[in-house]
T-cell receptor, first 116, second 112 residues
Framework: GAGVSQSPRYKVTKRGQDVALRCDPISGHVSLYWYRQALGQGPEFLTYFNYEAQQDKSGLPNDRFSAERPEGSISTLTIQRTEQRDSAMYRC??????????????FGPGTRLTVL | DAKTTQPNSMESNEEEPVHLPCNHSTISGTDYIHWYRQLPSQGPEYVIHGLTSNVNNRMASLAIAEDRKSSTLILHRATLRDAAVYYCILRDEDFGNEKLTFGTGTRLTIIP
């Protein structure tokens, strides 16, 4: 079946522009996660949703970052007034369960964001 | 949060077993040990997880020390496709700890 998909796969933008990154989780998956990965580092947690509710946004670096999942399926991560330090790979993951420490997270291919 | 320590890199010959170590000396009784791996240019993928007993699946085996302060991921017969960064991650059983906290992992190189 279809895995997690993300779009666009690559995004180049100029400093100061807003960007919206989309994640389409595996159908029926309850939980959705956003991570950011710098080159040579492991992914870093940003935020996560159970259904449409944002349960944890402790990893969002500042108030320029926001995320939503209005219908409990597709999610959008928005970065306002982008800065060069926002350049990274943004990864989305989904899982079929919520509130457990044993569920498997399935990751998408990521969106490579470059801010010029 | 309990932390894990892994070697930065390891090499292994193709078709030989690989033992990837992970130290987690501050592990709590409710922490599950998870392993994910990330192949080049791909997102992380789940490998295996366990709590106290050793675990086996089609991808690998997980050997957990009796005091749970360390664990070893075992690839029984490494192939070139196993070249990846392997992450050892602790996840608390308590609600609210669903996120994965990745470290820098171990970069495994397979020598043909």
């Amino acid at each position: 079946g279809a895995g997690v998909s993300q779009s666009p796969r690559y995004k180049v933008t100029k400093r100061g522009q807003d960007v919206a990154l989309r994640c389409d989780p595996i159908s029926g998956h309850v939980s959705l996660y956003w991570y950011r990965q710098a080159l040579g580092q492991g992914p870093e947690f940003l935020t996560y949703f159970n259904y449409e509710a944002q349960q944890d946004k402790s990893g969002l670096p500042n108030d320029r970052f926001s995320a939503e999942r209005p219908e409990g399926s597709i999610s959008t991560l928005t970065i306002q007034r982008t800065e060069q330090r926002d350049s990274a790979m943004y990864r989305c993951a989904s899982s079929s369960q919520s509130g457990t420490s044993t569920d498997t997270q399935y990751f998408g291919p990521g969106t490579r964001l470059t801010v010029l | 949060d309990a932390k894990t320590t892994q070697p930065n890199s390891m090499e292994s010959n193709e078709e030989e077993p690989v033992h990837l170590p992970c130290n987690h000396s501050t592990i709590s009784g409710t922490d599950y040990i998870h392993w994910y791996r990330q192949l080049p240019s791909q997102g992380p993928e789940y490998v295996i997880h366990g709590l106290t007993s050793n675990v086996n699946n089609r991808m690998a085996s997980l050997a957990i020390a009796e005091d749970r302060k360390s664990s070893t991921l075992i690839l029984h017969r490494a192939t070139l496709r196993d070249a990846a960064v392997y992450y050892c991650i602790l996840r608390d059983e308590d609600f609210g700890n669903e996120k994965l906290t990745f470290g820098t992992g171990t970069r495994l190189t397979i020598i043909p």
